[in-house]
């Protein structure tokens, strides 16, 4: 799919999705013209990167989840393991905000970090 389609199907625009793959985020394949092609799972990273943004979590912080969604898992508030050590959860959401998901991804995340 083209980029207009992707940033309309994951509520963001164009620019956000070529920032997002200027960070090395998203991935899309390229057309034999050059064009980038996504795909469903683009849709989806998109789509998360925008949720954890949305808990305050800085664009350039989210790779762990996205490498946990890589993983396997069908939400990036299911992973509680995170490879990023300097991740300080705490510090970075803006605890006001937060949403019922918010807060669970927060308690799985700081009880797996005191286990």
Known sequence: ?????????ADATA???????????????????G???YGEEDVRLVREIRALTRLGIPVER????????????????DCHMLSDPGLRLAGM???PTFTAGGRR????LT???TA
């Open 1 to 9: 799919m083209k980029i207009s389609e992707l940033a309309r199907r």
């Open 15 to 33: 620019k956000t999705v070529r920032y997002y793959e200027s960070l090395g985020l998203i991935t899309p394949q390229r057309l034999a013209n």
């Open 35 to 37: 064009y980038r092609d």
């Open 62 to 77: 989210t790779r762990p989840f996205l490498e946990c969604l890589a993983a396997g898992r069908a939400h990036a508030d």
């Open 93 to 95: 959401l803006r605890l």
């Open 105 to 108: 991804l927060f308690r799985r």
């Open 111 to 113: 009880s797996s970090a």
